[in-house]
């Protein structure tokens, strides 16, 4: 009696253990929207009286995709069935909607506050109105009412007060676009978390469940555009066959407020439509284009325009006719903007027969066009002057062209920082970035406010993110990458958000609310990048990657088809020392800046050390900041950044036990790998540039294993992305 009494309470508690389980595995394909049952007690109290009965009031596809949003998270983590219903609640309760699609809405005064926040933005309040007490999402546009949901979601997931809530927010930069890398093969330019997700074989007649997921993880962070296809583009994407599977992916975005955009191949005039030429000014070739835009529209009648790469790595452009960039991209303008598109023309452009330092190519040629681009053309600039190394000083062309709309460009993808399996989270770099000064028009022009347009009143403002997403389960290869997505995001919303602010925001809705994982994830994350850019490129060192995989190092890279492709243009090593002189005494790049930052970054007394390699070529010896030598402090910065990769290592494995397993499994085993090519990034490079310093490594520190013969020999095979 006894032992099956005691059987009966062992199967109850087994029982009531699973149910507290998730019941699928947790293998990140759920990103950030995970919408689990929350844990925290009196919060689900004040939740379910906040919210109440929920009323949606309006049909359409967006609001649509509201209610089954509200519906599966509230659900999922309130922790009963929540139905949505569209009849205003005499209770109470949360209403959703606009003053057209919601008569409660209209009714409730918000108009001078709904007239301040544009057509994107949302109001979240609490409100009374006749008695009864409300929790409001109102906007202008049906747009608006989906952002404003996902920030009502994220609130719940954060597990933040419902109380007295007052939120007014509305995006700072209008276009919030990730380009996809993406070729038709389905390979990725520089992807590294599996195939392309375009599955442009069953396209148009399948839809995957995949894209609406990818549509509603970036409506949760704001994003509305992708270009679906790579920079170094093909031109079959503009053909009939193709533009009707890209009608399909636009119609699926749609909903979700996202525009679809296209690269434009500029040669496309001679492949696709048997012209002679592509010369922009030639009648034929603008007739051709216009009645593609035209054709192009009759699919997508809301399409968003092209993305250009042009006379940049061997890609076509006007410059084989001997036009302007203003030339191509005005002549694409010009067609599109009749129909509400855009060009978004790439500024990285530079050419191995000049004979100038690549860093000051896209300013030379970009600068004087400044006041000559129609007005739907932006210029998409990357953010530092080469290619999106661990760090770069930002883009001369920031403050150098106010009359034309500049786009940042970000790179998500971690081409040149550890690829799929590293560790670094990337916020604080684009930070870097938005927060640097200009000084264009004095003090406080930072590269943010050029960037949305606010420093020269531009009505259209953009940012560009390079995705990391591929067809792996969890879209990013490591689940840190997910983090990466997610800030470029909140950062385009906003760019004066905190790197810690976004960490703290997506690891509670990726992890876990519980302090004890909170803290120690946030740490780790927010040293991450900083880790990366010491075991590779220190104290302003760049481009030192291996040739053509961009995995590992290659300090040594020398005698290519192009000087600007080899590292040792870059790092100018030699027996007095190291670093690219860019001051008068060198190829005086710096003059491409503003006085005010010239002064800064001209003296290497006050140059920063982490971009000091960057603008002077400083010798072995000479004193820095630590009291060390130049070529000591190189040897401390390389192995601090193994250390730091070691110092994230355990807090990781502190967390055993924490975090679920098939994640926490992932990311030690992936911290491993880190750990492997942060020694292999510090030994190849401590010893190749031993080779001219002729120092030894301070006895204190971790000496190389292999030697750098067997370093240079090193070279991995069919790295993806290449
Ligand atoms: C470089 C990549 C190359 C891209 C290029 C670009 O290695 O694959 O095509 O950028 O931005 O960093 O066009």
Same mark, same amino acid.
């Given at each position: 009696?006894? +032992? ?27 990103l950030w929207q ?31 995709v509201?209610?089954?949003e ?50 994107e ?22 747009k608006?009412?989906l952002y404003?949901?996902f920030?009502?979601?994220? +609130? ?15 995006p700072?930069?209008?276009l919030r676009i990730l380009n996809h ?16 997700i ?12 995949r894209y609406l997921d990818y549509a509603r993880a970036n409506a949760s962070i704001g994003i509305n555009g992708t270009v679906l ?20 992916l636009?119609?699926a975005f749609r909903p979700y407020g996202i525009k679809v955009y ?87 452009? @530079?050419? $191995? ?59 998500i ?43 020269? $009143? ?5 940012m560009a993110g390079?995705s990391n997403i ?5 879209w990013t ?5 997910q983090?990466?997505w997610y800030a470029f995001g909140r950062?385009a919303w ?39 850019? $010491? ?128 994640? @926490? ?20 490079? +401590? ?36």
């Open positions: 009696m006894n +032992l099956s009494k005691n059987l009966f309470r062992f199967a109850l508690l087994v029982v009531l253990f699973l149910s507290q389980l998730p019941s699928h595995a947790e293998d990140g394909y759920r995970r919408y689990d049952l929350l844990q925290n007690k009196d919060l689900l109290k004040q939740y379910r009286k906040s919210l109440g009965e929920v009323v949606v009031q309006g049909t359409s596809p967006t609001l649509t509201v209610k089954d509200l519906e599966m998270g509230l659900s999922g983590l309130l922790g009963s069935k929540v139905t949505v219903s569209d009849q205003a609640s005499k209770k109470g309760g949360l209403v959703v909607g606009t003053p057209t699609t919601s008569p409660l809405i209209k009714d409730l005064g918000l108009d001078q506050r709904l007239k301040d926040i544009g057509q933005g949302f109001l979240l309040l609490s409100q009374k109105h006749k008695g009864n007490a409300y929790t409001v999402i109102a906007a202008n546009s049906e608006g009412v404003g949901t920030h009502l979601l994220r +609130l719940l997931q954060t597990q933040q007060s419902l109380e007295a809530l007052n939120v007014t927010s509305s700072k930069t209008k890398w993406d070729n038709l093969d389905r390979t990725v330019e520089r992807g590294y978390a599996g195939f392309s375009w599955d442009w074989h069953k396209l148009p007649d399948y839809i995957d469940q296809t790579n920079v170094n583009a093909n031109s079959l994407v503009l053909t009939p066959e193709y533009l009707a599977k890209v009608k399909a636009a119609d296209l690269t434009a191949r500029f040669s496309s005039p001679i492949e696709i439509g048997k012209l002679k030429t592509a010369d922009p000014l030639d009648p034929a070739v603008r007739a051709w284009w216009k009645s593609k835009v035209d054709e192009i529209y009759t699919y997508i009648p809301d399409f968003g325009g092209f993305t250009v790469k042009a006379n940049s790595e061997g890609q076509p452009g006007p410059q084989n006719y001997k036009r302007s960039h203003a030339d191509g991209a005005n002549m694409l303008a010009e067609v599109l903007a009749p129909k509400g598109g855009i060009v978004m023309w790439r500024a990285f452009v @530079y050419d $191995n027969n000049v004979p100038d330092d690549r860093h000051k190519q896209a300013y030379t040629e970009f600068k004087p066009l400044d006041g000559t681009f129609q007005g739907n053309v932006l210029v998409q600039v990357k953010n530092g002057a080469i290619d999106f190394q661990p760090r770069e000083p930002f883009h001369p062309l920031f403050g150098a062209m106010p009359k034309t709309p500049l786009m940042m460009e970000f790179q993808t971690q081409e040149y920082l550890g690829q799929g399996t590293h560790l670094a989270y990337l916020a604080p770099m684009f930070k870097e970035t938005l927060a640097a000064d200009t000084y264009a028009k004095g003090k406080g022009s930072t590269a943010g406010k050029i960037v949305d347009g606010s420093l020269d $009143n531009h009505p259209i403002s953009g390079v591929g067809n792996d389960r969890n290869s490591h689940p840190f990458g983090a990466n950062l906003d760019h004066e958000l905190t790197s810690e602010g976004i960490a703290e925001e997506w690891i509670k809705m990726t992890f876990s609310n519980a302090p004890s994982q909170v803290a120690p994830i946030k740490q780790m994350m927010m040293g991450s990048r900083e880790a990366v850019v $010491n075991y590779m490129t220190p104290m302003g060192l760049h481009h030192l990657m291996g040739w053509s995989h961009h995995y590992g190092p290659g300090p040594w890279i020398k005698d290519k088809p192009r000087a600007d492709w080899t590292s040792v243009y870059y790092h100018r090593a030699d027996e007095k020392g190291i670093g690219f002189d860019r001051t008068k005494t060198g190829s005086n790049a710096l003059s491409q800046y503003a006085p005010e930052v010239q002064a800064m970054w001209g003296n290497p007394a006050t140059c920063p050390e982490e971009v000091l390699l960057w603008f002077h070529h400083v010798a072995w010896d000479a004193k820095t900041k630590s009291g060390r030598t130049l070529w000591d402090e190189l040897c401390y910065r390389y192995s601090g950044g193994v250390d730091s990769v070691r110092a994230m290592q355990k807090t990781w494995n502190s967390l055993a036990g924490q975090v679920d397993k098939e994640r @926490y499994e992932q990311v030690k085993q992936y911290l491993d790998i880190q750990e492997k090519d942060a020694r292999w990034w510090r030994d190849a490079c +401590l010893l190749y540039f031993q080779t001219f310093s002729k120092r030894p490594i301070p006895q204190e520190l971790e000496k190389p294993q292999g030697t750098l013969e067997e370093y240079m020999k090193i070279e991995p095979k069919f790295a993806p992305g290449i």
